[in-house]
């Protein structure tokens, strides 16, 4: 069973219905649904000639995106096409999705919504399609983050937005240096917070990225969450300097296990009061007990002696609670990964 709210067969039916509610469900999973048809549901390059309904999920896919009267439907028709694989979608994007390069201000839809929407369809698309010809049409991988290079000069924001996004997410070459000459031209917030969490995708951030972050993280006039992202990306590069708005993080629920899972991997790095903090989570009645065991496992991993953290972790393995109990795998299970990252027994 794939857990989807719709079946392919049913999909493949619903694909020209009357509805446009019907037809968006069933347009929207389509690809998705053929690709878990083939193993794991991953971009994969003309997907549809190695499933028996993948000529029939194209074609309907094909249809939608170039006639659909729904922008919406549109839009994920070509991500769709993109997850599929169909070289023949990078021209018709070329040609039907303005405002995604630099001087353009977009055009097309009257609903300024539907446009935009249509146009961050386009750019996730282009990713997907990157992502899928990666290993199988070098030229349509190379057009794909030439294009995502291009729009994050665009002068529509959330062009610009979903660029970084899509960059990272392809992990083109030169996407590091692209996304930190954005970062360092941008002005609008929420495009820059977007950059931030675009080079904190990058697998890992390398020098230039973190050189970029580290102001962000020292200014205190950015906003904690654009902090906490910068700081998780410069905890992947293997550098400490965000342990301290990882620990500032803590205070805030909303941003407390991302927090929790930076310090974590920052381990004997983390901030000598990561561990004081931690412990006061943990120690607080009103905390969630999941939240309690991820301290816990945090605090195995920060504090000189982890058997702190170890002994509460096996306090909650007898938690009457079956969430708490499964928090506490979850748990040993990161630990687990984690001392296998640092070489530890």
């Not at 390059?45 to 249809?63: C, D, I, K, T, V």
């Not at 941003?255 to 381990?267: H, M, N, P, S, Y």
């Not at 007990?289 to 170890?310: M, N």
Request: contains cysteine.
């Amino acid at each position: 069973m794939s857990g989807r709210p719709i079946t392919l067969a049913a999909a493949l039916r619903d694909a020209q219905s009357g509805d446009a509610v019907a037809r968006n469900l069933a347009i929207r999973h389509l690809a998705p649904l053929i690709l878990e048809g083939l193993g794991p549901a991953a971009p994969r390059w003309q997907a549809w000639e190695l499933h028996p309904s993948g000529a029939q999920a194209r074609a309907a896919l094909r249809r939608a995106w170039t006639s659909d009267p729904e922008p919406a439907i549109r839009g994920v028709a070509a991500t769709g096409l993109a997850q599929l694989g169909d070289p023949t979608l990078l021209p018709d994007l070329e040609d039907r999705l303005p405002g995604w390069r630099a001087g353009e201000r977009g055009a097309g839809e009257p609903d300024l919504e539907a446009a935009r929407f249509v146009r961050e369809c386009g750019l996730i698309a282009l990713s997907l399609l990157g992502a899928a010809a990666r290993e199988a049409d070098e030229a349509i991988a190379r057009a794909c983050a030439d294009h995502l290079r291009a729009a994050l000069t665009a002068e529509v924001p959330d062009v610009r937005f979903q660029a970084g996004a899509g960059l990272a997410a392809l992990g083109a070459t030169g996407a590091e240096e692209a996304l930190v000459e954005a970062l360092a031209a941008e002005e609008d917030p929420q495009v820059r917070a977007g950059l931030v969490a675009a080079l904190g995708e990058l697998d890992p951030p390398g020098p230039r990225a973190v050189a970029a972050l580290v102001p962000v993280l020292s200014d205190r006039d950015t906003p904690l969450d654009v902090a906490v992202e910068a700081a998780l990306a410069v905890t992947a590069a293997g550098d400490p300097r965000g342990g301290p708005r990882l620990v500032e993080a803590l205070e805030h629920a909303a941003l407390r296990d991302r927090a929790i899972e930076g310090l974590a991997a920052l381990g004997r790095a983390a901030p000598a009061e990561a561990g004081h903090r931690l412990r006061q989570l943990v120690g607080r009645w009103l905390t969630p007990a999941v939240t309690k065991v991820r301290a816990a496992y945090a605090l195995a991993r920060v504090e000189p002696d982890p058997g702190r953290g170890l002994g509460l972790l096996a306090r909650y393995e007898k938690s009457l609670s079956k969430q708490t109990r499964e928090a506490v795998v979850d748990a040993r299970q990161a630990l687990a990964t984690l001392r296998a990252r640092d070489g530890a027994p």
